[in-house]
């Protein structure tokens, strides 16, 4: 499987942007599929992730403000983040694999597949 993530950039404070991850692959409906940020400095963090089942996990940090969704037919998963804020500047990750279950959505060691990143930069 291979992901491949779109749509950084650079925003203001306030701004919008969607991120899209395109995986290949044949059995990409079958995948818990996740978003990781790594500010500068910072350690990796994990922000939203989405079972197979349509379970969805938000980071406290993102909740309210992110979405998480994907689409099994463009084998594709988007994170629009809304109310974007300088903290939110990072190179954000997808990841995806089979088997995750919920209590470790947010562990990045449960992830095999992983895109390089797109740098999101949020101006104050």
């Known amino acids: 499987v291979q992901l491949v993530e779109s749509g950084g950039g650079l925003v203001q404070a306030g701004g919008s942007l969607r991120l899209s991850c395109a995986a290949s692959?044949?059995?990409?409906?079958?995948?818990?599929m996740a978003w990781f940020r790594q500010a500068p400095g910072k350690a990796r963090e994990f922000v939203a992730g989405?079972?197979?089942?349509?379970?969805?996990h938000y980071a406290d940090s993102v909740k309210g403000r992110f979405t998480i969704s994907r689409d099994n037919v463009k084998k594709t998963v988007y994170l629009q983040m809304n109310s974007l804020k300088a903290e939110d500047t990072a190179v954000y990750y997808c990841?995806?694999?089979?088997?995750?279950?919920?209590?470790?959505?947010?562990?990045?060691?449960?992830?095999?597949?992983w895109g390089q990143g797109t740098l999101v930069t949020v101006s104050s």
């Open positions: 989405i079972r197979y089942s349509g379970t969805i």
């Open positions: 692959g044949r059995t990409f409906s079958s995948y818990t």
């Open positions: 990841a995806g694999d089979r088997g995750v279950i919920l209590s470790s959505l947010t562990d990045q060691g449960q992830y095999d597949y």
